[in-house]
């Protein structure tokens, strides 16, 4: 791998400055949206990331759950974010500390147990387990001393390993829109999800 192309150190300068003289600037809020997708594929769907509105992430249901498998399931995206973040934090790091890396590698495993989605028994929903395994060879480090100093950096500032390993308070809320009498029909009463249905 070549030497980095950016100066990460130069970059970086002023904003550590700025978020010294501001630091309320520092506090950065993330946000993601639905985007617009057919309402009558109930195995597809795509989300935003609004620093990025032009940028779609195509998502979809696991065939374990009867999902078509054509694209990324959540738990994908979710294990990818791990993924890249642990990657971008490392070539940061190897780049602000003037390391040549000669390879990268990153691998995200996570255990999951379809029959709780499913409703089958008292199963656990969601990952219960979660392991990321990471490669570096850093050029001229015979003994892997630098590379066992970046990693642990790298490690140390990786935003999304440490949410994942920290947790965070999640609030998550639903509301019922009324639908326009207009253009939908008549329909059954709404119904958020029942475990149990079909």
Same mark, same amino acid.
């Given at each position: 791998?070549?030497?980095?192309? @950016?100066?990460?150190?130069?970059?970086?300068?002023?904003?550590?400055?700025?978020?010294?003289?501001?630091?309320?600037?520092?506090?950065?809020?993330?946000?993601?949206?639905?985007?617009?997708?057919?309402?009558?594929?109930?195995?597809?769907?795509? #989300?935003?990331?609004?620093?990025?509105?032009?940028?779609?992430?195509?998502?979809?249901?696991?065939?374990? #759950?009867?999902?078509?498998?054509?694209?990324?399931?959540?738990?994908?995206?979710?294990?990818?974010?791990?993924?890249?973040?642990?990657?971008?934090?490392?070539?940061? @790091?190897?780049?602000?500390?003037?390391?040549? =890396?000669?390879?990268?590698? #990153?691998?995200?495993?996570?255990?999951?147990?379809?029959?709780?989605?499913?409703?089958?028994?008292?199963?656990?929903?969601?990952?219960?387990?979660?392991?990321?395994?990471?490669?570096?060879?850093?050029?001229?480090? @015979?003994?892997?001393?630098?590379?066992?100093? =970046?990693?642990?950096?790298?490690?140390?500032?990786?935003?999304?390993?440490?949410? =994942?390993?920290?947790?965070?308070? #999640?609030?998550?809320?639903?509301? =019922?829109?009324?639908?326009? @009498?207009?253009?939908?029909?008549?329909?059954?009463?709404?119904?958020?999800?029942?475990?149990?249905?079909?």
């Amino acid at each position: 791998m070549p030497a980095s192309k @950016v100066d990460i150190r130069a970059r970086q300068s002023p904003i550590r400055e700025g978020y010294r003289q501001h630091p309320q600037s520092a506090l950065i809020k993330l946000e993601v949206e639905s985007a617009t997708s057919d309402l009558s594929d109930p195995l597809h769907c795509a #989300v935003t990331p609004m620093a990025t509105p032009a940028v779609r992430w195509q998502s979809g249901a696991h065939p374990a #759950v009867g999902g078509a498998g054509d694209v990324p399931c959540s738990g994908d995206l979710l294990l990818g974010a791990l993924a890249a973040c642990q990657e971008t934090t490392l070539r940061m @790091v190897a780049a602000n500390l003037g390391i040549d =890396l000669e390879s990268l590698h #990153v691998t995200i495993e996570g255990d999951w147990d379809a029959r709780g989605t499913l409703a089958i028994g008292d199963f656990p929903i969601g990952l219960t387990g979660i392991r990321c395994r990471t490669t570096v060879a850093v050029r001229g480090d @015979v003994g892997g001393e630098r590379a066992g100093r =970046l990693l642990k950096s790298a490690e140390k500032y990786c935003v999304v390993l440490n949410t =994942l390993r920290g947790g965070v308070p #999640v609030e998550s809320t639903f509301e =019922l829109k009324t639908p326009d @009498v207009e253009t939908d029909p008549p329909g059954p009463p709404a119904r958020l999800f029942d475990a149990g249905a079909p």
